[in-house]
């Protein structure tokens, strides 16, 4: 929780100059390469060291995107002095002990999402992050994204009314392969840790956490779903109704129904550059233009919140993290997915 003094002192730090800060990538896999390219743009944010298993990866990584430090080994970057954050780029599975090996040399720690593959072990992520004092954040980048605060905002703001209902969907075609980490059970693939997690954090940001939850999955012959279908049903009536695939490619669209109006967001409605808002008085189109990939904002959050002295973001606070995998835990219950990682696996 972050009492009144700790926002205060955060805000103030807002207006203040703000200093550099020494970032460290674990893993070097695709999303590494976009958020490595992405801390470049971010004033203050320095790309000082990187880390793979192979050393001659790290090496050819830290020569594109000129990071001074190349490791051959996680372990050696968490332990140097001058990497003041760690981002966790590692599969799914994996997240649990490399956040942890980060928090235990007190780094601050920015995770992929989903950022644990169950509540028990992001319940111990948050003990640790406690006891060592560490800021930890899951890296649900479209929660920083323009175009979703100003959604964000008008449903706070009850400016169309109640938000009523949400259709929201997230789907790619990917090339079976059981060896990729999407359908690789052993790295927690499935569809719904991986994009699932949009609509169904879209849903808990603007209705909150559900009453009631009916899910449905096909599965691969790897035991991971390939494609799930959710309804949400709250107390007020309103549901969400939610689904995401590796089966086929679809324009990934969401629509938000309000009391008073429509919202719909473009294809890849988590980082589409535009929604349209239908109301009784016509349609407005609202542009949202920034550089690529879009995971400037969130490490523009990280500087902000370690500007505060925070270790928690005021923004994706580990509750709402912590609901999210609930609610995934709970998805999966239904759908019967298990991981070994889930203590009734
Ligand atoms: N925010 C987003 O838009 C977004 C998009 C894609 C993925 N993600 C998240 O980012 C995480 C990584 O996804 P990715 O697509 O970048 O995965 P990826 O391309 O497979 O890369 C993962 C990296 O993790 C490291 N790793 C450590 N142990 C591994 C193991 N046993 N098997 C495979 N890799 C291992 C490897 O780095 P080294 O070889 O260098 O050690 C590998 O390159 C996932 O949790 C995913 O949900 C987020």
Not at 37 to 66: C, H, M, N, T
Not at 130 to 140: D, I
Not at 328 to 335: E, F, G, N, S, V
């Amino acid at each position: 929780m972050i009492n009144p003094s700790q926002w205060s002192n955060f805000m103030k730090n807002q207006i203040m100059m703000s200093h550099s800060y020494c970032w460290g990538i674990l893993g070097l896999g695709r999303i590494a390469h976009k958020v490595a390219s992405d801390i470049k743009q971010v004033e203050g944010a320095i790309l000082y060291a990187v880390a793979s298993r192979s050393l001659e990866k790290a090496k050819a990584f830290a020569g594109d995107f000129k990071a001074e430090k190349a490791y051959g080994s996680y372990i050696d970057l968490v332990k140097d002095p001058e990497v003041d954050i760690i981002y966790v780029a590692t599969p799914h599975v994996f997240h649990f002990e490399h956040v942890l090996l980060g928090l235990q040399h007190h780094k601050a720690v920015l995770c992929e999402k989903p950022i644990a593959i169950n509540v028990d072990q992001l319940s111990y992520m948050i003990f640790e992050a406690k006891r060592t004092n560490s800021f930890l954040m899951e890296g649900l980048w479209t929660n920083f994204m323009p175009h979703l605060k100003k959604v964000y905002d008008l449903t706070q703001q009850e400016t169309y009314g109640k938000c009523i209902k949400i259709e929201a969907d997230f789907s790619f075609k990917a090339e079976f392969n059981t060896e990729a980490r999407l359908f690789n059970k052993s790295l927690g693939g499935g569809a719904l840790l991986d994009i699932g997690i949009y609509p169904v954090y879209l849903a808990l940001k603007l209705l909150g956490v559900p009453q009631n939850i009916k899910a449905n999955a096909q599965f691969s012959k790897t035991g991971v779903d390939v494609s799930n279908t959710l309804r949400f049903q709250y107390p007020s009536g309103a549901e969400a109704l939610l689904s995401s695939s590796f089966a086929k490619t679809t324009p990934s669209k969401a629509k938000v129904y309000f009391e008073r109006a429509i919202i719909e967001f473009g294809s890849r409605f988590h980082n589409t550059d535009q929604l349209t808002i239908t109301t009784k008085a016509g349609e407005e189109l609202l542009d949202f233009h920034y550089p690529p990939n879009g995971f400037q904002f969130e490490i523009q959050h990280v500087h902000d919140c370690l500007e505060g002295g925070l270790t928690q973001s005021p923004e994706m606070p580990l509750k709402a993290s912590l609901e999210l995998l609930q609610t995934l835990d709970t998805i999966r219950k239904q759908i019967g997915l298990r991981y070994k990682e889930d203590l009734d696996h």
